[in-house]
């Protein structure tokens, strides 16, 4: 079963850039990564998936390590707005959906 | 495009009631997930339909849960017996059904949250 681990908070200051690392030393050869935020009290939304290299998007980016073992959501020029928690979500296709196990995820608070 | 809507938002049910949580997907959306967060904790995956069919339900709990996707109407999470224990915020996620089921992009509703007196 593809565990992730991922740091359970983060502190940042608006306009730096925040990068949360994701491990996932399990990982299958088919397996995407995924990431998703929450906000309190909604559910959590898609920001970026990848399966190797580097992703980018209008949001941030994805950075994947040749190994795959694992993965870093950078979130450029960070507001309050982006105070949230942020999930590592790592399955494919194949799997059963008890894989789809979002974990703790990484609370991200923005200070002015 | 009106987004995933769960109905209700919260919901206040004594022990042994019946607890039935609604789901409509996406316009144009195939598939529904459902998921169940405990505070301070992370989502748990449920249940992943299709309508009329449901395709993996390996995290539901083997009893008082169900289940459905009929053809006509929103997805139903219908819980009996409610106990303590079941007092969580349940998420509802719908999908396209165009990629495989993990790597489809889910779009998230407000949640449902059930306390359970």
């Known amino acids: 079963l593809a565990k992730t681990t991922q740091p359970i908070s983060m502190d940042s200051y608006e306009g730096q850039e925040v990068n949360i690392t994701c491990s996932h030393n399990?990982?299958?050869?088919?397996?995407?990564i995924t990431w998703y935020q929450q906000f309190p009290s909604q559910g959590p939304r898609f920001i970026i998936q990848g399966y190797k290299t580097k992703v980018t998007n209008e949001v941030a980016s994805l950075f994947i390590p040749a190994d795959r073992k694992s993965s870093t959501l950078s979130l450029p020029r960070v507001s309050l707005s982006d105070t949230a928690v942020y999930y590592c979500l790592v399955g494919d296709g194949e799997t059963s959906g008890s894989r789809l196990t979002f974990g703790e995820g990484t609370q991200l608070t923005v200070n002015p | 495009n009106a987004g995933v809507m769960q109905n209700p938002r919260h919901l206040v049910r004594r022990r042994g009631q019946e607890a039935r949580l609604r789901c409509s997907p996406m316009?144009?959306?195939?598939?529904v997930y459902w998921y169940r967060q405990l505070p301070e904790e992370g989502l748990k995956f449920m249940v992943y339909?299709?309508?009329?069919?449901?395709?993996?339900e390996s995290g539901m709990p083997k009893e008082r849960f169900s289940a459905e996707f009929p053809k006509e109407g929103p997805s139903i999470l219908r819980i009996q017996q409610v106990v303590r224990g079941d007092s969580a915020a349940y998420f509802c996620?719908?999908?396209?059904?165009?990629?495989?089921?993990?790597?489809?992009?889910?779009?998230f509703g407000p949640g449902t949250r059930l306390t359970v007196l």
């Open positions: 996620a719908s999908s396209p059904g165009l990629k495989k089921i993990s790597t489809d992009t889910q779009y």
């Open positions: 399990n990982i299958a050869t088919n397996d995407y």
């Open positions: 316009k144009g959306h195939s598939h």
């Open positions: 339909l299709q309508k009329e069919n449901i395709i993996d």
